[in-house]
């Protein structure tokens, strides 16, 4: 029977009962339930706000290009509390909470079962007295995050993106709810191949860099940023797929420079960032990706040992770029030396990305390598210039429609 209070259940872990008692209210309903894969709580007189995907309208210019995919443009201040016809309440009995998975700055993140489904539940929770002196800017930020992010997991839909379930508000506690991904990050991953000292096989390396690469052409197309992209925010599936997580620094790219933060992670972020320029725009999210992409080449964080004071100084005085291992074979050097460009206008788009990685996969599948790669994209004799040249010849009408039916016959969506 659901007890009203603090839950008193012995198989409650310690944590989780810890922070239960320290977020939610006194007269908050709990009932403790075990399940096969782990110890949950059972929250029962909150509320949550999930997506009526009956009510979702796709946009018809979005259509002729993304004609699989369910979007729609919202204004910049927009949050999922503005706009009813995007939600619906629901009882947070059907929500359990489970385990911690991590924790961040400004909030932790459990795994959990809403509506007999795993999820991942992301809880942020704002300083109990906001007029306190040095509690009153976090607080703002605590609740401008959990809006920002969740306004823009609503309207994002693709196959490789994290997948939104809902939301929930009872301030000073703010939960957003996604799919839970079995296969951890991409961080984990990596960093458990470096610990078994081996290298990830080159196969590998262009399949998930697809994956990624198909993620953000779709994020670009809708106008968003995402602002930290790196192996920590990239989440892997059972059946290893990877996709792209948390959009807590993600902005409208038409209204990023109204933002004074200076967001992202220092050893992936782009040296317009580092300037603290706010001209910068979506090719910030190409440099870190060329980052990834030679991180998941060499096994090694950027930048490795150095202090964040040594690595802002080289990147923005000596153009300072990890080191690309002699095994990376030459086309795969040009494309991440290209996406991680000093200059953002000679960075590529992440659709053109995208093809040139279908080009690596095709060519690893028919010969095995990319050794002869380079040479058969074009005439040139300047070797260091060709995968730019194929690059920039590339038409983005022309290839659009290819580019994302190709992702959606690799990944069918499942709409529950």
Aim: aromatic share 8%.
């Amino acid at each position: 029977m659901p007890m009203r209070g603090k839950p008193e259940h012995s198989f409650i872990s310690t944590e989780i009962r810890g922070f239960l008692e320290e977020v939610f209210y006194s007269n908050t309903e709990f009932a403790a339930v075990e399940t096969k894969d782990s110890t949950f709580t059972h929250l029962s007189s909150m509320k949550i706000e999930v997506e009526n995907i009956k009510s979702k309208r796709t946009s018809p210019a979005l259509t002729k290009f993304f004609g699989h995919v369910r979007s729609r443009k919202m204004a910049s201040s927009e949050t999922v509390e503005d706009d009813d016809r995007w939600h619906e309440q629901v009882d947070l009995s059907k929500l359990l909470l489970g385990p911690k998975l991590g924790e961040g700055t400004h909030g932790k993140i459990y795994r959990g079962n809403y509506n007999d489904e795993s999820v991942a539940v992301k809880v942020s929770k704002v300083p109990d007295d906001p007029d306190c002196d040095g509690k009153r800017d976090l607080h703002g930020t605590v609740e401008k995050k959990f809006n920002q992010e969740s306004a823009l997991l609503l309207r994002l839909h693709h196959p490789n993106v994290l997948k939104f379930v809902g939301v929930w508000r009872q301030p000073p506690v703010f939960g957003i709810i996604t799919e839970y991904l079995s296969g951890g990050s991409l961080r984990s991953y990596l960093n458990k191949i470096e610990h078994q000292h081996k290298s990830v096989p080159l196969p590998t390396v262009v399949s998930m860099a697809l994956d990624i690469a198909r993620g953000m052409a779709y994020i670009h197309s809708q106008g968003i940023v995402h602002r930290d992209l790196k192996p920590d925010n990239v989440l892997i599936s059972e059946d290893f797929h990877l996709k792209i997580a948390d959009f807590g620094d993600a902005c409208e790219e038409a209204h990023c420079h109204l933002l004074a933060d200076r967001t992202g992670t220092l050893r992936w972020m782009a040296p317009e960032m580092m300037k603290q320029k706010k001209s910068y725009n979506r090719k910030i999210d190409v440099y870190s990706f060329g980052l990834m992409l030679c991180e998941m080449i060499a096994g090694t964080i950027p930048f490795e040992g150095m202090a964040p004071e040594a690595v802002v100084f080289g990147v923005l005085n000596k153009d300072l770029r990890p080191t690309v291992p002699q095994r990376c074979p030459p086309a795969m050097r040009e494309l991440i030396v290209q996406c991680w460009s000093s200059n953002p206008g000679k960075r590529p788009e992440f659709w053109q990305i995208v093809k040139v990685l279908e080009k690596f996969e095709t060519s690893l599948a028919s010969e095995g390598s990319l050794n002869n790669l380079v040479l058969n994209l074009t005439s040139q004799h300047d070797k260091k210039r060709l995968l730019l040249h194929w690059i920039q010849k590339l038409d983005p009408i022309r290839h659009s429609d290819k580019l994302i039916n190709t992702a959606y016959n690799r990944r069918p969506i499942m709409v529950s």
